[in-house]
């Protein structure tokens, strides 16, 4: 093997990656010894001095450890570690949701500045191109100055609608600018989508776990929610999705199939495409949220429902906050069939969304930086979220299981059963540590010994810190 | 007299704007003959040429004439009109409101940027500050790249809340940082009120004529309505609100108690306060619009309700999208004791607004530029407001009324009763000049001889040709 060093970085950081990769996939386990300094330097045709800086790294992560006069072993602490599997509910009945208190609690722990931002999913700003964006919003604001103060159309920026159908190709979604409604953040899509389609009493069908923001919303419209299991290696099982949809009245699904906020379940496209189309037999609409579907892993993008959707019945809701700039507020909504109805609720709701935000990030994709960046972030979200899984597998308790996602940027850990999630936070919240407890996932209480961690901020010692120490405080 | 030049006006501006002043008035009336030129020059100590310049302008608006080898006279045309009154219902009765599609073909209308502008309350781009706010944006941007990429908290931008709270001193509301929400416009403040008072079937109170989308939000939400008058003249009577309290089980009052849209009525502060005090001990909250308050062309701001509340029932809405960029869609709620309730329907809606609009307007207003843009933006609107007033009184048919406004940006105009308004809206729209037919402002058929007419736009020769037109199509 030859490690060359990219543009720009360390190549004790590609010796250290390398190394990490082979403990994390279990190639060298527990108690092995690692190859001497001097060995691994013709390994890998670099510098002694580069291992040396590699292991020190790796020591610091914990990964490995040295021995006085023996050389380095991989610490026996460090294990492979299991993904929880879906909770399946006993059995499905509608339940009303509760549990605006504690999620109120959990958001404003989120929105913390002077806490550990292990509760924040969307990337820290070293990872977004606020530069470049702050470049292109003075350009666009000078260019245009009264465009910049008047109202946009109720759909939005007409450039910005053309951006994102040109891009949902990529998707298969498939959308045109008309089939476009700007929304200030994927929230608002939810929102417009929702009370396009229910009334107060209505049943909708959601995944358990689900975004916690969902249920709030849930809530807040006075709806009942029906929860069917989301697996964290399956995501949906198109049966659960029939079965529901036979028994009850369902008015409308809310699903996130790529790599669901807390469990990163991703649904397979052959799923995706079964249960738009059970769906679509019964007449239910599908609200779908995919604001994680750029950050895969993997080689492609997946599919949308949106992107098998025959009849107009799938509501897709996306936005740029995972991946641009959250505090824009730029997301959209391609309704569908309702777009009468969607429109309506916009345009009652709040006219239309600001124009400078939406003039930015036209400009910003259409001057084609986005792929790029998208490229870089999905590679940093991937290595943040391998640090984080190692350093949860060596400092929590026996036990524990952790999602191995394929996107997205947060890890669903399910801590053994008599550790109380809940507890947890609050004692995390003490120690300046922001998490958020698995109960507010869900309207049972199916996940009170789970919490999500966010792999969103720059890996750094005090990350890491922050994670061993939640460790501790989850033994004690 | 004598006729002094401000900084960056124009002598014959000066002369133009006296000599129409004492026409609008009634002191010189149709057929009466004006001084000579030199005459003229002499009273005024102007030269002959700035009065020349004056008398041509005048002519150019139609309001004087000159005979040949006779000189000027007010034309004959010229007379004094009544102001619209009051509608009362024959019988109070709650109406479900059911004016969307007309509504939405309104709205469409006004957003059409191919028509004259008659329909648009908002002040044309030349009278928004534009440039200084483009600056503004791109330094606050440049110097806190990250902050702006980042999301806002859900009650919004703590300089921009306090810069808000700093300015009610005005018009008494007295708000602290701490009791506001920031919110994407007025429209969203009086949504999020609304959606925190009543559940879907609730009946509200409102004023007739009121804003139209205010109508639009009632009926998407499900809601009834009862509709009191509003007098062009008074505004709203304290006796009418009792009356209905007493009757009827209202779950909120919205009412614009400073400038109505369309009706531009001023509720004196007496009323406020003893609508208040009725409101206040039925236990019945009240939605207050203040966005036109700033606009006063009198001598001092009128007050709010809010400046009233002595128990928190009242929810003050507002916004800068009369006075400096509605396109920024930054506006505000101040909920009283409803904040918790009122937090929750904002964060489920869409979490937050956008954060550069948000730090851009905060620090134009912390700069200072506001009092004296809006100083400037009120000596146009009432200038503009008095154009049109005259355009309409000597083109429109016989038997026209047409409100006196003491600010904001719209004026009513009744139409004798034959003609109906919203033929005349399709009319004007075949021609390309967008107006607003009166119908969309009620639940009720009561204002089908009525159109609204903005005065945002900047006079010129074109608009006043649009107006001229108007008066021709409703005389056919």
């Excluded at 949860?392 to 952790?402: Q, R």
Aim: charged share 25%.
């Amino acid at each position: 093997m030859n490690i060359q060093r990219g543009e720009g970085e360390y190549r004790y950081k590609k010796v250290e990656q390398e190394i990490s990769k082979h403990i994390e996939a279990g190639d060298i386990v527990p108690g092995d010894k690692l190859p001497s300094l001097r060995q691994m330097s013709t390994n890998l045709k670099v510098s002694i001095s580069t291992v040396s800086h590699a292991y020190e790294e790796l020591e610091k992560r914990g990964l490995i450890e040295s021995r006085p006069r023996s050389g380095y072993y991989v610490r026996s602490e460090f294990r492979k570690i299991p993904t929880p599997l879906a909770k399946i509910a006993q059995k499905l009945e509608p339940h009303t949701v509760t549990k605006n208190k504690l999620i109120q609690t959990a958001l404003e722990t989120v929105g913390n500045k002077n806490l550990l931002p292990l509760g924040v999913v969307c990337p820290s700003s070293e990872l977004l191109p606020t530069k470049q964006l702050a470049k292109i919003m003075s350009a666009v604001i000078r260019e245009n100055p009264e465009i910049s103060v008047n109202y946009e159309s109720i759909a939005g920026n007409l450039q910005l609608r053309r951006q994102i159908a040109f891009r949902s190709v990529d998707c298969g979604s498939n959308v045109t600018a008309d089939d476009l409604i700007i929304t200030t953040g994927a929230m608002e899509a939810l929102y417009i989508s929702l009370r396009t389609l229910t009334r107060p009493g209505d049943l909708v069908l959601i995944q358990a776990p689900t975004y916690y923001c969902f249920l709030q919303l849930v809530e807040n419209l006075g709806l009942r929610a029906i929860e069917i299991p989301s697996c964290p290696e399956n995501g949906i099982n198109p049966e659960s999705i029939s079965s529901a949809a036979t028994t009850f009245d369902i008015k409308a699904c809310i699903l996130a199939p790529s790599f669901n906020n807390p469990d990163g379940s991703l649904t397979s496209d052959d799923r995706k495409k079964e249960i738009v189309k059970i769906l679509a037999e019964k007449n239910i609409p599908l609200v779908e949220d995919d604001v994680y579907g750029d950050l895969f892993f993997g080689e492609t993008r997946p599919r949308t429902f949106k992107s098998y959707d025959l009849d107009g019945g799938v509501l897709l809701c996306s936005s740029f906050s995972k991946t641009i700039a959250p505090g824009y507020r730029v997301g959209w909504l391609s309704p569908g069939r309702f777009k009468d109805k969607a429109m309506e609720v916009k345009a009652t709701t709040n006219v239309s969304c600001a124009s400078p935000t939406q003039m930015a990030i036209a400009r910003y994709l259409h001057e084609a930086h986005f792929d790029r960046h998208l490229k870089r972030l999905r590679s940093a979200m991937k290595d943040q979220m391998g640090k984080m899984r190692a350093e949860i597998a060596m400092s929590f308790p026996d036990g524990t299981k952790i999602t191995d996602p394929k996107g997205g940027s947060v890890l669903w850990v399910e801590l053994p059963s008599k550790i109380d999630g809940v507890e947890l936070f609050f004692k995390a919240r003490e120690e300046k540590i922001g998490i958020v407890p698995g109960a507010v996932f869900s309207t049972r209480d199916a996940f009170s010994n789970y919490i999500r961690l966010s792999c969103g901020a720059l890996w750094s010692d005090e990350i890491q810190k922050g994670v061993r120490r939640l460790g501790e405080l989850a033994t004690e």
